[in-house]
């Protein structure tokens, strides 16, 4: 893990001594930067939290080997620490030998990420219904860990406690869990938040057990009628954990007919009456518990379907001939209307011919009586 760092700085005299602090994971390399802006040459060194001299310039008088020169010069003086422990966290002092002489410190925090971390579960296996408890512990980090439970992808809320020893935390969060069947060979994680770590998670599957689960379906006939003369069969399945081990067919408030068959999880009618009439139920058991599934049986009469779609036809047929009948009825109206209509204009043709062209009264009556002749004479016929 890369360390963290703030800077700091100190401003004097047209002086400017910098540094940051440091944070780092226990056991890794932390490293202490003392740098000089605007340097005139001063000398620089660093001194522990018990304010002995690390380095001055670079030179060491301090026997601890794990501290190395990385980098010198009138404007840094830049030194590593490996294999850090908590013993190692407090303040470092950079100091500058100006006058007045110049100090600032850095802070080394030192992190410890979890030692260990362990999900207890209070029942191995559970019964679907009940509410298991699970406890995950996050062991000897400093800071504290924050614990996050997930069944699955979905996060859940827990309720932790925080014990110290000495500098080290102990976290345990206890999950309470109201198991079903759904929850049978889910995972769940326990995941811890610090940051020392990153992604460090642990996890216990599930196991749920539940009675089972029953259904019935229906083989023969595939679609259609359950008819009189007819075959019926019925196939059960059924479903738990542990896998039903008891299986049987029964007639709900009545005896089973003699001619039906049962067979395993299936049940066989081969010629259905209408005494067959009832509902038939598959029983299944386990260890958990004990599930059905009903199947109601009704017997139709032999030719039930098949009147039903000849009724349909003769429907259709009727009609088909309704439909013509208005059609030729509406032909035959339409020829009458215009026959009559043809022999109306005739009639006004032909009625007192001439009488429009009369010069007086007797005029028109002797022109209207010839015209009358006339109309007599010369018949014209339309067919």
């Given amino acids: 893990m890369s360390q963290l760092s703030a800077e700091r700085c100190f401003l004097s005299d047209g002086q400017n001594l910098v540094t940051e602090d440091v944070t780092v994971v226990e056991g890794d390399v932390a490293t202490i930067s003392c740098r000089v802006k605007n340097s005139d040459d001063s000398v620089i060194q660093l001194l522990n939290p018990n304010r002995q001299t690390i380095y001055f310039r670079d030179f060491r008088p301090l026997k601890d080997s794990r ?5 010198f010069s009138n404007s840094e ?41 362990v999900i207890d579960i209070q029942k191995e296996i559970a019964v679907e219904g009940e509410e298991i408890e699970l406890n995950c512990t996050a062991m000897a980090s400093r800071p504290a860990t924050t614990i996050r439970w997930f069944k699955g992808n979905k996060e859940l809320t827990g309720k932790s406690e925080v014990e110290q020893w000495s500098d080290m935390y102990t976290v345990t969060s206890q999950l309470l869990l109201k198991v079903g069947r759904e929850d049978d060979g889910v995972p769940v994680i326990c995941l811890v938040d610090h940051p020392a770590v990153k992604d460090l998670q642990t996890q216990r599957y599930l196991e749920v057990m539940y009675k089972p689960q029953v259904r019935v379906s229906q083989n023969y006939p ?5 008819r009189e003369g007819e075959p019926l069969e019925l196939t059960c399945a059924a479903f738990g954990k ?14 089973m007919p003699q001619h039906v068959v049962v067979s395993g999880s299936n049940l066989l ?7 067959d009439n009832g509902t038939y139920r598959c029983e299944a058991s386990n260890a958990v518990g004990k599930s059905h599934a009903d199947y109601m049986l009704f017997v139709y009469d032999s030719r039930a379907g098949e ?9 259709a047929v009727v009609g088909g001939v309704v439909a013509v009948v208005v059609f030729a009825m509406l032909c035959l109206l339409i020829i009458l209307g215009r026959y009559f209509a043809r022999h109306k204009g005739t009639y006004f043709t032909h009625e007192a011919k001439g009488a429009d062209d009369a010069a007086d009264a007797d005029t028109a009556i002797i022109n209207a009586e010839g015209g009358q002749n006339n109309s007599e004479e010369k018949k014209e016929y339309f067919i």
Avoid: A
């Fill in 269 to 275: 009618i081969s010629n259905l009456n209408k005494t």
């Fill in 67 to 71: 501290f190395q020169l990385v980098n």
């Fill in 242 to 255: 542990p896998q039903p081990t008891d299986m049987r067919w029964l007639r709900v408030d009545d005896e």
């Fill in 307 to 315: 009147e039903g779609s000849i009724r349909s036809v003769d429907h």
């Fill in 77 to 117: 003086l830049r030194v590593s620490l490996t294999n850090v422990s908590i013993s190692d966290e407090g303040r470092y002092f950079c100091q500058l030998y100006t006058d007045p002489p110049q100090e600032i410190y850095t802070t080394i925090t030192v992190l410890v990420p979890p030692r260990n971390l």
């Fill in 222 to 226: 595939v679609q259609g009628l359950t």
